[in-house]
Each structure stands twice: as structure tokens, then as C-alpha cells.
């Protein structure tokens, strides 16, 4: 498979001021030959690493259509290490299919999802766990994500891994040799090897725990704005947005279904719903927007239970305290512009020890505090370790070796031979060689190249 040459249009579908057909593979460098005619007569060869400009034809008719730089990486320089081709051209769809169609009639054939970078791992330029980053930085949110997957592509989590893997398999060797060559008069003690794996285990669990925040920061952090109709949700809604995406009535009612947006907080990617407010109602289209909502809450990171300042407080929201009280909650006292008529002392006692506060959605007033509040309560404890952890796969397969390395830990303890203990401990390293990729499974590679975009 690896001896075709693949093309593919590797900027978004689209019109833009730029777009860019990238080709990998043994006829890469002849397609463009027959393709494009440098702008400069004199050049006969395309040179490495250079942006030539010249003008991209139909060879059949020797026609130009399109004016582009072609930048030929000869193998192994390249992304993939196999000669690769960069047409950049106009962002303009029919020329880059013509661009497209004419490679295939010259030998290439359509990348799939991912395929670029799976070349780059087979040929062993990046590993696996850079190969996700790749993935994971193009689809970031926020900086503070993309900084993550940036540090990844540059070997940081593998070299970790790396590093664990030698340790285990090394003391491995050690035992087996001392098992074989017992004349030799090597000795670890068995308390040894436990201090040994143990000192690996204290860096697997701190990555396994730095999944939870590093989920929240891939995924965004689920947020439910909740109270009863007419307190504001929907004006809190667009105003922590900064648009009117809600429709704000003096009606209650007004929200039948939910609505769903992202903002970002202080690096952190937040997925803000407004919902319709969980009332009995008996009309069939709230009722059902109420369960929706209900069931927003059950999946939510965090819960903002609104009040309304300027009305009397109602056993409705006494209800809610209840329904939400398990929650990760901040309580928000909304419409301070107007007078008081809420008793807001029953509440806090209610309320006692969850964090609250009284803002203003129409005026806008505390919502930069609010924004605070929600940056600190809504997310997981941000884990000390350096690296953190964004793909599931690569968690499962972490608990995996921690599994395998609890267990050789105790059967050393428990004293068994040490062949028991070194079945155990191999497999944690073979966990560690599949989170690398240095240990290949075809369907997890499907699996993750699959979720990439076609061109990269
Ligand atoms: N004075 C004042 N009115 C507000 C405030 N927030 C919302 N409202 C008004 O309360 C009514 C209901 O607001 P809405 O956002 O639709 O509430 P929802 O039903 O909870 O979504 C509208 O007339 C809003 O203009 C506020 O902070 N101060
Ligand atoms: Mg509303």
C-alpha cells in the first residue's frame, strides 16, 4: 500500500485566498513534472525545499489554468519521509479538483482520512502518541489545548514512555540474566525489583489522573444554566456570550429547547447551555424541553442555579436547591439592578457553603467575577505533572500497565517464582510499546486515523 502515491487537497474544502494539494509517494516528483512548468525556462528540475513558482497545465493539451508555487521535500525530508509535493495555489475549488484529477490520471490515487500522518508513522518519523497530536492540535479549542498536543508532536509524553518502557524492559533483562547466568554472582533483591516498579508506577498514575482535566480541556466543559422561567437564564446566556443568540422575553416560557455554545474562559474551552428551566408544565413541547434539560444536568460539569433577586423566593426554587444540590453548583442571585424582594437569607441558609453570587445579566454587572468563579469550580484539580493525558486510548492502556505492574508488584511480595512476576511485568511493557505505536494493531490504527481529516 505504502508504494502508491497518494494526493489529496489538504486546506478546508472551500473558497480562500489560498489552497493547497499535497501529493506523497514514489510518483509525486513525476506528477509534478508533467503538470506544472516552472515560471523560470532554465529550471529543468524542480529543487528540494524551495517554492518555485510557474504555472500548473493540462499536459494533454499543454494548457495553463492556474498560476502556483510547487515546494518538492524529497524523501526522507518530508512529512511522511516519502517524496512529497506542495501545490499552492488559489483557494478556488475547480482548479484544485482539476489539480486533483490530474494527479490521479498520472498515478496518484486519493488519500484517505489521516493517511499523510500514518505514513509519517509507519516510516517511523513520528510515533502514535505524536500522530494523535497532530490530530488533537488541529482540532484544539483553546491555546492552552493546542500547547498540550504542541508539546506532545515534539516527543515530550514519548520520551516519558520511552524512557518507562527501557527502565522495565532493562530490569527485565537483569532478572533473566541473573536467572540464567546464576554463577555469575549478579544479585537485585526482590525488594529491589518492588522499589524498581514501584518507581515506575509513580509516574503512570499522575498521567492516568491528568485524563480527567485533560478530557475537560479537549472536549470543553459542560455548563447548564438552570432556575426557574423568567429569571434571566437566557440573558445570562448571551451576555457571558456576547451576542444575542437567546431569544429574552418578559414571557415565562420563552426557552423550549436548549441551546448550546462554546466561550472560552481563561484558556479553557466552555460549553454554555441554555435551558428552559425545569417547571412543571403541562404544554407537550415544555414538558419535553424540560426533560431535555433535566437531562443536560445529570451529564453537566457544573450547574448555574439562578434566582431572581426582585421576586419573591417560591418553594419552585427551593425544588431546584434540591434537584442540583449534588451537583458541582454555583448559585447566582441575578437582576441586582432591581430592588430586593427575595429572602436571600433563607436561601444562603439553604445554599450553606456552596459558592454564590449576585450579578446583573441585563447590566452586565459581575460577570467577569462570575467568569472567575466558573474557571475555578467547574474544573478538576489541574494535575502537576507535566504531561497530560487527552486521548482515552491512550488512558486505557496507562491503567493497563498500572494493572500489570500492581500485580508484579504483589506476586513479588506474596513471594512466587520470579517467571510469575516477569509475565506481569512483560505485559506492562507491551502496553507501553502499544501506547508509542512501537507495538502496531491495525485496527487501533484505523481507529485513530479514521478520525483525522483528509489531507493530513
Ligand atoms: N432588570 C433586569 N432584568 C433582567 C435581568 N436579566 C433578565 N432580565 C429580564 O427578565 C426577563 C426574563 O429574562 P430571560 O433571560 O428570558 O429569562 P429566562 O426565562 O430565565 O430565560 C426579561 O424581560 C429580561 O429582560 C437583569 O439582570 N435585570
Ligand atoms: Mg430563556
Known sequence: MIEETIIALSTPPGRGGLGIVRLSGKKAYSIAKK???????????????????????????????????????????????????????HGSPVVLEEIIKLGIKYGARLAKPGEFTLRAYLNGRIDLIQAEAVNDLINAWTMDQAKISFSQLEGNLSKKINNLREKLITLLSNIEAIIEFPEEGVEISRS?????????????????????????????????????????????????????????????????????????????????????????????????????GRRLIDEADGVLLLFDLSEKESEEDFQLIEKVRDKNVIFVFNKMDLPVKIDKEIILKKINGYPWLEISAKEERNLEKLKKLIRKIFIPDEKKTEEIILSLRQKILLEKVKESLVGASKLLEEGYSEEYFMEEARKAADYLGELTGKIKIDEILNEIFNNFCIGK
Request: proline share 8%.
Open 35 to 89: 503538470i506544472f512548468k516552472p515560471k523560470n525556462n532554465s529550471l529543468k528540475e524542480i529543487p528540494p525545499r524551495c517554492p518555485v513558482l510557474g504555472r500548473i497545465i493540462n499536459p494533454e493539451n499543454g494548457e495553463p489554468f492556474e498560476e502556483a508555487f510547487v515546494t518538492y521535500f524529497p524523501a526522507p525530508n518530508s512529512y511522511t519521509r516519502e517524496d512529497v509535493i506542495e501545490i499552492s495555489c
Open 192 to 292: 529491589e525489583i518492588n522499589q524498581e516498579i514501584k518507581n515506575i508506577m509513580k509516574f503512570i498514575q499522575p498521567l492516568i489522573e491528568s485524563f480527567d482535566y485533560g478530557v475537560k480541556l479537549k472536549e470543553g466543559v459542560k455548563v447548564v444554566i438552570t432556575g426557574k422561567p423568567n429569571v434571566g437564564k437566557s440573558s445570562l446566556f448571551n451576555a457571558l456570550l456576547q451576542r444575542e443568540r437567546a431569544i429574552v422575553t418578559p414571557y415565562p416560557g420563552t426557552t423550549r429547547d436548549y441551546l448550546q455554545e462554546r466561550i472560552t474562559i481563561d484558556g479553557i474551552s466552555f460549553i454554555l447551555f441554555d435551558t428552559a428551566g425545569i417547571e412543571d408544565s403541562t404544554h407537550p413541547i415544555e414538558v419535553e424541553g424540560i426533560q431535555r
